[in-house]
């Protein structure tokens, strides 16, 4: 053996305590480990276990036996049997990777620069063995939620752990009978109002994965208010995020995602709104920030064939204006003055959403095309800005989005 493995082997020991240390300082779920000499003993006990068989197997590049992911997978087992979160087990198995790169390291240090050939032979085993310990550890979790939880709860652990990037998420995606996504539209679906029971809202969620087949999510927000839920859709690059404008319908949203947003406001019955954002698997956490912001700045509506998922070409402007504060108030003055009119918000609302179409918005207004005139000119009068112009477009448009989403109060 050569002197970098006689080093790790030398302070394996030593360094499998530290680790057992780490966790019960580093990761609150964990300290009780303190408090149970059999947990800590039976932790020690792995960790250092998997410090002497990377010894023993590393030097000759030999791979982890059947055997051996067994007793990793047995170890996921007996974290989730504890009621260990998705956070936590993440921090677990980030910190050990952690302590082990250090403690390779530090052994490689302390040869006062020598052992290259054998440092290159460890990393060349470290990862893709450090993989398959990953996954047979995600394998053990995995069964125990199986057996525990609800399918739909299942379902929601696979949402959560693909938009944090989770090595789970694979062993999850088995679980529940879908396959991993390579890129996604995360759609958050805002619903403000305070929902009904929890148990009928289970229950709708449930039917709307069974018919979809997507990874979602309910996040309830805040006592006595809504929530959001949020769906993983899988999409084909380049058919989502369109560049046009107040399409009706736009074409270019995945009918997928538009489904299920339909599907889902008229099982609430309630008025919602939705944004979308499209990203690669490695990137769903900035697309969840993008469609949470995007839902926020868009209208609410109720369930018909005309509500869909917003988009950022959608909601660009008022999301600007969202960040500059006296921008606000001045369209919150214009909005003022349209409040004085017969519909006139519900009215540019039709107009706008029908490519100022007057025959089709006036239909969908249930008036006649003259009477959608008059209130366009009532709306120039009241403001002094030209709704059929590109500039009242701009700002009308604006004005209609924040005050239907519920911005402004």
């Not at 299942?154 to 990037?165: F, G, P, Y």
């Not at 959403?353 to 005139?373: I, K």
Request: glycine share 8%; aromatic share 4%.
């Amino acid at each position: 053996m050569g002197s970098l493995f006689a080093e790790l082997a030398r302070q394996a020991s030593a360094n499998a305590r530290r680790e057992v240390e780490a966790y019960v300082r580093e990761i609150p779920e964990l300290g009780l480990l303190d408090a149970s000499p059999r947990d800590r003993a039976e932790t020690l006990e792995y960790a250092l276990w998997l410090r002497r068989r990377t010894n023993e197997l590393a030097p000759s590049s030999g791979m982890l036996t059947e055997d051996d992911l067994a007793y990793i997978a047995s170890m996921g087992e007996t974290r989730a049997d504890a009621g260990m979160s998705l956070e936590s087990r993440q921090q677990v198995l980030r910190l050990h990777t952690a302590l082990m790169l250090r403690e390779i390291n530090e052994a490689t240090d302390a040869q006062r620069g020598g052992g290259v050939d054998e440092l290159m032979q460890m990393m060349g085993w470290f990862a893709p063995q450090g993989v398959r310990g990953i996954g047979a550890y995600c394998q053990g979790f995995v069964r125990v939620l199986r057996r525990r939880l609800p399918y739909v709860e299942q379902v929601a652990l696979l949402a959560r752990s693909l938009l944090t990037a989770d090595p789970m998420a694979a062993e999850l995606a088995l679980a529940v009978g879908m396959e991993l996504p390579e890129h996604c539209a995360v759609t958050v679906i805002r619903v403000p109002d305070r929902l009904g029971g929890d148990r009928d809202l289970e229950g709708e969620i449930e039917a709307l994965v069974k018919t979809h087949q997507v990874p979602v999510v309910w996040c309830p927000q805040g006592a006595g208010k809504g929530g959001e839920l949020i769906a993983l859709v899988p999409v084909v690059p380049g058919t989502a995020e369109p560049v046009r404008r107040h399409a009706a319908p736009d074409h270019l949203v995945s009918d997928r995602v538009s489904d299920l947003v339909r599907d889902f406001a008229e099982a609430l019955g309630r008025p919602c709104a939705a944004g979308t954002a499209t990203a690669p698997a490695s990137e769903l956490a900035d697309a969840l920030d993008r469609a949470r912001r995007i839902s926020r700045a868009a209208p609410l509506r109720r369930a018909s064939a005309r509500l869909r998922p917003h988009t950022l070409a959608d909601v660009f402007v008022e999301l600007a204006v969202a960040d500059v504060p006296f921008a606000d108030d001045w369209l919150q003055t214009v909005a003022r003055r349209l409040a004085s009119g017969p519909d006139l918000l519900v009215t540019l609302d039709a107009y706008y959403g029908y490519d100022m179409s007057r025959g089709p918005a006036a239909a969908a207004l249930n008036v006649h095309p003259r009477t959608l005139d008059y209130r366009l000119r009532r709306v120039q009068e009241l403001t002094g800005i030209d709704p059929g112009s590109t500039h009242g477009v701009r700002i009308l448009s604006s004005v209609v989005a924040r005050r239907l989403s519920g911005a402004w109060r």
